[in-house]
């Protein structure tokens, strides 16, 4: 059975900083490059971070560029979202997801794995 299980989430104040983690099971996790995506209340999905199968290629929207940092463990099947400088807007749901070559966009259909999401909130 294929599953990713994000974890880390949480209630934050404005500045702070969380690390979310997704852990892949079920698949051959060093094959595939991995993505988050963020869904606020009453928003569509956004796309917010991409890193390659080894890696070495990480990628970011704009809103997020300078504050958040993807990074993997191949060894661990394990995705990482490090989220600094947070703000009341990063507020969402955040999944992780799997794609054999790298998704850019929010759509969970072009994605073969998704993860069942874990809600961050930042508000004082």
């Known amino acids: 059975e294929v599953q990713l299980v994000e974890s880390g989430g949480g209630l934050v104040q404005p500045g702070g900083s969380l690390r979310l983690s997704c852990a892949a099971s079920?698949?051959?996790?060093?094959?595939?490059?991995m993505s988050w995506v963020r869904q606020a209340p009453g928003k569509g999905p956004e796309w917010v971070s991409a890193i390659n199968s080894g890696g070495g290629s990480t990628y970011y929207a704009d809103s997020v560029k300078g504050r958040f940092t993807i990074s993997r463990d191949n060894a661990k099947k394990t995705v990482y979202l490090q989220m600094n400088s947070l703000k009341p807007e990063d507020t969402a749901v955040y999944y992780c997801a799997a794609r054999i070559s790298l998704g850019f966009v929010g759509d969970r259909r072009i994605y073969d794995y998704w993860g069942q999401g874990t809600q961050v909130t930042v508000s004082s």
């Open positions: 079920g698949f051959t996790f060093g094959s595939y490059d």
